[in-house]
């Protein structure tokens, strides 16, 4: 907070003397400096109290709180818009730097690439130096293998500027496409992102919001009302809210800027800094084979009573940490990314609590973005397996669950970093195999006592076998297949261990698979069921 004081000093410094009528001009130091806190008070003390009214910190201190201390360096602070038009050539409408702050810096120590769109200048609409200047950073992140961050606050594109404002649009689209699974990339929105400017957001890997000051939409409420006929807000149509637990647009929400941010930088400590880093590992205080007994108890006896798979997933994580990705949307699949022994893992887990943990449209959509990312950047992955199947039912039918579902699917077997499965309870039908499985190349494989592998449920299973006839069948069919051994026969599972010795067993499978190598078929990419 020290550094945006002295940010609003600096802006508030009155400007350099101007020479006097018949004296010399400024010298190009002066000049220099004049342009310096030119860009530093972007649109003007007005519109940066305004910006502070409507609870949102300016482009500049966003920056400043994101980044460590005295660690950002600025690029094209002086470049300026090149309009003409409309009055735009105008030294009014001239601002040091446009409508948008770029450069790089660290985040506890670790390189990382920024842009924070000023929304104080012409609403943050995007011109084409503006575009130039994103673009510059994010050619540098790739080329040097550091994750790029976008922290959006912009009115969409400069009309004034015509096609050269698309323009730049379709360049910026096109790094974000190219930059995919080479760097991280994340975006913050933290105010209006609307039209064609919502394809970045949505060209990179995770999406965050702020809670009512944050919105995200094709086209904005007055034109759905003259299409639709529709009455929507905008907080209805592209809230947080919205994104978060209806759409799946967002990964998460927060409650102000101070909030987003400084979530931000904890959530940047779990990420490599490109596709060629491993995964991060930190110090640990926490014992790697630390025993967890509350682990026997967790699943319960009735097969039909839920349990809160986050439970698990707290209790197994180094000090109980985990970041949750998209905690509002698909809940009956988690996923999200903790530590074992100090090392970054991706964790998916079937949740109970919600649709019994079946599978779904949505829920499998989810879970195979977040698998691919993992992959793509060299983060093991550790999937909890309690499912009794996909969701039946027309509406998932109709809505193209067999498509979706081969998602998942397709991102389990495609991933080639360790992948470690533990089934807690029910590992039923397709779903079974879709979860990770040790066909699916699964490294370590493991089973509760509690794990049941089956094609079905008893009770819907000895109805097909038996035909009326099943008065004794169902226990003899439990007693056969609703239990661990016949995958553990079969080598399906690599062990039936004790719940309490799972994070145990997870960290020294770690270790061993650290230096796993593994790859796919050449192919100039897959054609994954989209």
């Given at each position: 907070?020290?550094?945006?004081?002295?940010?609003?000093?600096?802006?508030?410094?009155?400007?350099?003397?101007?020479?006097?009528?018949?004296?010399?001009?400024?010298?190009?130091?002066?000049?220099?400096?004049?342009?310096?806190?030119?860009?530093?008070?972007?649109?003007?003390?007005?519109?940066?109290?305004?910006?502070?009214?409507?609870?949102?910190?300016?482009?500049?201190?966003?920056?400043?709180?994101?980044?460590?201390?005295?660690?950002?360096?600025?690029?094209?602070?002086?470049?300026?818009?090149?309009?003409?038009?409309?009055?735009?050539?105008?030294?009014?409408?001239?601002?040091?730097?446009?409508?948008?702050?770029?450069?790089?810096?660290?985040?506890?120590?670790?390189?990382?690439?920024?842009?924070?769109?000023?929304?104080?200048?012409?609403?943050?609409?995007?011109?084409?130096?503006?575009?130039?200047?994103?673009?510059?950073?994010?050619?540098?992140?790739?080329?040097?293998?550091?994750?790029?961050?976008?922290?959006?606050?912009?009115?969409?594109?400069?009309?004034?500027?015509?096609?050269?404002?698309?323009?730049?649009?379709?360049?910026?689209?096109?790094?974000?496409?190219?930059?995919?699974?080479?760097?991280?990339?994340?975006?913050?929105?933290?105010?209006?992102?609307?039209?064609?400017?919502?394809?970045?957001?949505?060209?990179?890997?995770?999406?965050?919001?702020?809670?009512?000051?944050?919105?995200?939409?094709?086209?904005?409420?007055?034109?759905?009302?003259?299409v639709t006929n529709e009455d929507v807000t905008q907080e209805q149509l592209g809230g947080a809210k919205t994104h978060t637990a209806v759409s799946g647009v967002a990964h998460r929400a927060f409650e102000n800027d101070i909030d987003a941010l400084l979530n931000?930088?904890?959530?940047?400590?779990?990420?490599?800094?490109?596709?060629?880093?491993?995964?991060?590992?930190?110090?640990?205080?926490?014992?790697?084979?630390?025993?967890?007994?509350?682990?026997?108890?967790?699943?319960?006896?009735?097969?039909?009573?839920?349990?809160?798979?986050?439970?698990?997933?707290?209790?197994?994580?180094?000090?109980?940490?985990?970041?949750?990705?998209?905690?509002?949307?698909?809940?009956?699949?988690?996923?999200?990314?903790?530590?074992?022994?100090?090392?970054?893992?991706?964790?998916?887990?079937?949740?109970?609590k919600v649709a019994s943990g079946c599978l779904d449209i949505n829920s499998s959509v989810k879970g195979a973005r977040f698998v691919r990312f993992c992959d793509a950047f060299n983060i093991p992955l550790i999937t909890f397996v309690d499912v009794p199947g996909?969701?039946?039912?027309?509406?998932?039918?109709?809505?193209?669950?067999?498509?979706?579902?081969?998602?998942?699917?397709?991102?389990?077997?495609?991933?080639?970093?360790?992948?470690?499965?533990?089934?807690?309870?029910?590992?039923?039908?397709?779903?079974?195999?879709?979860?990770?499985?040790?066909?699916?190349?699964?490294?370590?494989?493991?089973?509760?006592?509690?794990?049941?592998?089956?094609?079905?449920?008893?009770?819907?299973?000895?109805?097909?076998?038996?035909?009326?006839?099943?008065?004794?069948?169902?226990?003899?069919?439990?007693?056969k297949f609703a239990n661990p051994f016949p995958a553990a026969m079969r080598g399906f599972v690599d062990d039936i261990i004790q719940p309490s010795a799972t994070r145990m067993r997870i960290c020294h499978d770690l270790d061993v698979l650290a230096s796993k190598?593994?790859?796919?078929?050449?192919?100039?990419?897959?054609?994954?069921?989209?």
């Amino acid at each position: 907070m020290a550094a945006l004081r002295v940010l609003r000093r600096a802006a508030r410094a009155p400007p350099l003397c101007r020479a006097a009528s018949g004296s010399r001009p400024p010298s190009v130091p002066e000049r220099i400096e004049e342009k310096r806190r030119a860009a530093l008070l972007g649109g003007g003390q007005s519109r940066i109290d305004a910006q502070h009214k409507r609870g949102k910190l300016t482009a500049r201190e966003r920056i400043l709180l994101l980044l460590d201390p005295d660690s950002f360096d600025e690029y094209d602070m002086f470049v300026e818009h090149r309009c003409s038009d409309f009055g735009m050539d105008s030294n009014k409408n001239k601002y040091p730097g446009d409508s948008v702050v770029t450069g790089r810096g660290r985040i506890n120590g670790r390189l990382a690439y920024v842009f924070s769109q000023d929304f104080t200048v012409f609403g943050g609409s995007l011109s084409g130096a503006h575009a130039q200047k994103i673009c510059k950073v994010m050619d540098q992140a790739a080329m040097v293998g550091a994750p790029v961050i976008g922290l959006n606050d912009s009115g969409g594109a400069r009309i004034q500027e015509g096609v050269e404002s698309l323009a730049g649009y379709a360049d910026i689209f096109l790094r974000n496409v190219l930059c995919s699974g080479v760097v991280p990339q994340i975006s913050l929105i933290m105010g209006p992102c609307a039209g064609g400017a919502v394809y970045s957001p949505a060209l990179t890997d995770f999406t965050f919001m702020v809670k009512d000051t944050s919105y995200l939409f094709i086209t904005g409420p007055d034109v759905v009302k003259s299409v639709t006929n529709e009455d929507v807000t905008q907080e209805q149509l592209g809230g947080a809210k919205t994104h978060t637990a209806v759409s799946g647009v967002a990964h998460r929400a927060f409650e102000n800027d101070i909030d987003a941010l400084l979530n931000l930088r904890e959530f940047f400590n779990y990420l490599p800094l490109s596709n060629r880093d491993p995964a991060p590992v930190c110090e640990c205080h926490d014992p790697s084979d630390r025993l967890v007994p509350e682990l026997d108890t967790v699943v319960p006896i009735e097969s039909t009573k839920a349990y809160d798979m986050l439970d698990i997933i707290h209790s197994i994580a180094d000090e109980r940490e985990f970041f949750e990705i998209m905690p509002s949307y698909a809940r009956n699949i988690v996923v999200g990314f903790a530590r074992m022994n100090g090392r970054t893992v991706g964790i998916v887990g079937n949740q109970p609590k919600v649709a019994s943990g079946c599978l779904d449209i949505n829920s499998s959509v989810k879970g195979a973005r977040f698998v691919r990312f993992c992959d793509a950047f060299n983060i093991p992955l550790i999937t909890f397996v309690d499912v009794p199947g996909f969701l039946p039912g027309t509406a998932q039918e109709y809505g193209g669950i067999i498509r979706h579902g081969a998602k998942l699917l397709f991102a389990f077997a495609e991933a080639t970093v360790p992948k470690i499965t533990i089934i807690t309870r029910k590992a039923y039908g397709g779903a079974y195999d879709v979860m990770s499985s040790k066909h699916l190349r699964g490294d370590a494989n493991y089973a509760w006592p509690t794990a049941e592998v089956a094609v079905m449920g008893a009770k819907g299973a000895v109805q097909i076998i038996f035909r009326g006839k099943e008065a004794d069948a169902e226990a003899e069919y439990v007693d056969k297949f609703a239990n661990p051994f016949p995958a553990a026969m079969r080598g399906f599972v690599d062990d039936i261990i004790q719940p309490s010795a799972t994070r145990m067993r997870i960290c020294h499978d770690l270790d061993v698979l650290a230096s796993k190598t593994q790859s796919n078929p050449w192919k100039k990419h897959a054609n994954i069921p989209l």
